[in-house]
């Protein structure tokens, strides 16, 4: 096997979103591993899984084994909470918001030797908070893409863009022209 053959096995090839709406519906809608889903769509089954994770993908819940018996649960198992909606979860961060408003305003009358200890906890909790809210985006639809959610640019607009950075480029060529000119000049600055 020569390198470039070797190099090419390892390349990803980027998804069609039918292949993706067909494996999202596979692991929507069956109890296969993600292993037989990939060996019947010819992935890796890490393929098939970051996909799953990275659309936030459920898999069915089907209690029942092979054998319609159900199986029995690890005894380390225990039961997961559903995942809250986007409704609860922006529910919950603005009680969560709330609280920490509520709580740093007690700190604010507090001695600072009593309110030093709450304050890196508080700290934290508004941190994350903070990077939540950057995130905080409802997923989209299978097939919709995120540049398709924009508001699309008028004509005119695109033209006046295109007009003001051609302008910018033309002005700061002559401007660096006035400035270096001479750099170069007969074999000047070399």
Partial sequence: MTLSSSSSAFRREKLTPERIAEMRGMVEGSTLSFRRIAASMSLTASTVSRYAAEGGWQRPSDPAGPAGVPAPAP??????????????????????????????????????????????????LTRTLGEMDKH??????AGQYEIDTKPRRSLHEMRDELVAH??????????????????FEDGAGI
């Fill in 75 to 124: 005894p380390h198992a225990k039961a997961r909470p559903a995942l809250p909606t986007v409704q609860q979860r922006e529910r919950i961060t603005q009680k969560l918001w709330r609280l920490a408003e509520r709580h740093a305003e007690e700190l604010e009358d507090q001695p600072l030797e009593v309110a030093q200890r709450a304050l890196q906890p508080l700290a934290r």
């Fill in 136 to 141: 905080v985006q409802p997923p989209l639809d």
């Fill in 166 to 183: 051609l302008e910018r480029i033309e002005r700061e060529e002559r401007e660096y022209e006035e400035r270096y000119r001479w750099t």
